[in-house]
């Protein structure tokens, strides 16, 4: 318990909802993530609480708003999100990819954010490099 005390002093239950009607202006939308990153948070500490140590709340919540945008169908650019929050963009690019890469878990279920499948990649780019076209100088 102690855990999810740290980081909710930190980051108050009233500043994530009111954080996330600035950045939504649709107030169901805005309560939907805020819900959801309210539930991701608790999860989080729980698993690793160091993950929230030296970064800005500011930073934390831009990260997750972005990611949830897309579970929500109302995605926002990171440029919008720094600023509504007066944070850099920058910020929000590092903290919603620290993210996913902490807590694949929590976003399994956002295909946008699903990184390419690297053996088809792979594949293409053998097919490529195998053809007549690209042969070895001799």
């Known amino acids: 318990m102690k855990s999810l005390t740290s980081i909710f002093l930190r980051i108050h239950c009233e500043k994530i909802t009111s954080a996330a009607r600035i950045v939504w202006l649709n107030q169901e939308i805005a309560d939907e993530i805020a819900q959801s990153a309210l539930q991701i948070l608790a999860k989080a500490s729980k698993q690793n609480l160091r993950f929230f140590c030296g970064k800005s709340p500011k930073c934390i919540l831009g990260g997750l708003f972005y990611i949830l945008g897309f579970r929500f169908n109302s995605t926002i650019t990171q440029r919008e999100i720094a600023d509504l929050l007066c944070t850099t963009e920058?910020?929000?690019?590092?903290?919603?990819?620290?993210?996913?890469?902490?807590?694949?878990?929590?976003?399994?279920?956002?295909?946008?954010?699903?990184?390419?499948?690297?053996?088809?990649?792979?594949q293409e780019l053998n097919a490529i490099f195998t053809s007549a076209s690209f042969a070895p100088l001799t």
């Open 90 to 122: 920058d910020s929000i690019r590092k903290s919603y990819k620290r993210w996913l890469i902490e807590f694949p878990q929590f976003f399994t279920d956002i295909n946008a954010l699903k990184p390419p499948k690297v053996e088809a990649i792979y």
